[in-house]
């Protein structure tokens, strides 16, 4: 009998496809994915940690918290190697982004730096809450790209309790399942349904290639009526721009 091997999401996104991810940015993969219907991929009120931080893309690896409860969550239980806290960030696979669904809440750390070095030394391309971390000036220094609400000192066990993981989730008000890409920069965190990802990736590398065209013609005083958004006369153009070397202004 034979099987079917697992492909490993991380494995599965080519080189390619995360440097058009992050050559397109966020808030134009969301026009792309809105010309397919899907209107809430950005999460709300989710923001780089540090501004500059390099583009975090990759597939989701989730963690769920609940409130947490005082008979449950204390200190010495976290430290249980079967917390699935901490198994979150151990198992997270590399190359992948872990989700962490706080409920929204700033009340206790979705995460703090220790957690955070460990996940950059495993190769894993970046964390997103819609809850908080602390330590988050040392969480910064790890360079690994996080995403999160705002700043949340307090201990995790002070309010969330961790109950699932690698399942569907919802963060900054998005659904996010196992598997689906997540593309972080400077505008904020979109999701990227697994299935629609090759497309939207060559597509949304292509309408900002364009946009560097339309940029420097803005910039040189032409209008945006039959520049912005494209037509084909001015595609025909940026064609014959790009076959050019995309040369500057004169």
Wanted: proline share 7%; aromatic share 4%; glycine share 12%.
């Amino acid at each position: 009998m034979t099987g079917t091997a697992h492909t490993d999401p991380a494995e599965a996104l080519s080189g390619t496809v995360r440097a058009q991810l992050a050559a397109a940015g966020s808030a134009t993969i969301a026009n792309m994915l809105l010309r397919r219907g899907l209107r809430n991929v950005l999460m709300a009120g989710v923001r780089p940690l540090t501004a500059g931080q390099r583009p975090m893309v990759g597939p989701a690896y989730t963690l769920r918290f609940i409130p947490a409860r005082e008979d449950l969550d204390t200190l010495a239980g976290y430290a249980s190697s079967d917390h699935l806290h901490r198994r979150a960030v151990e198992e997270c696979p590399p190359g992948s982004v872990l989700v962490i669904d706080a409920l929204g809440s700033t009340a206790a750390a979705s995460m703090g730096d220790m957690m955070a070095a460990r996940l950059k030394h495993r190769g894993v391309a970046g964390a997103v809450t819609d809850g908080g971390y602390r330590d988050s000036a040392a969480v910064a220094r790890t360079g690994l790209p996080c995403f999160h609400r705002d700043n949340a000192p307090r201990a995790t066990p002070v309010a969330l309790h961790p109950v699932a993981l690698d399942e569907p989730v919802g963060c900054g008000g998005v659904a996010v399942y196992p598997g689906d890409v997540l593309l972080g920069d400077a505008d904020g965190v979109v999701v990227v349904p697994r299935h629609l990802v090759a497309e939207v990736a060559a597509e949304g590398a292509d309408a900002a290639a364009y946009e560097e065209f339309a940029a420097l013609q803005i910039e040189g005083g032409r209008s945006l009526f039959g520049l912005f958004p494209g037509t084909p006369e001015s595609r025909q153009e940026y064609d014959t721009w790009v076959a050019a070397g995309r040369p500057g202004l004169e």
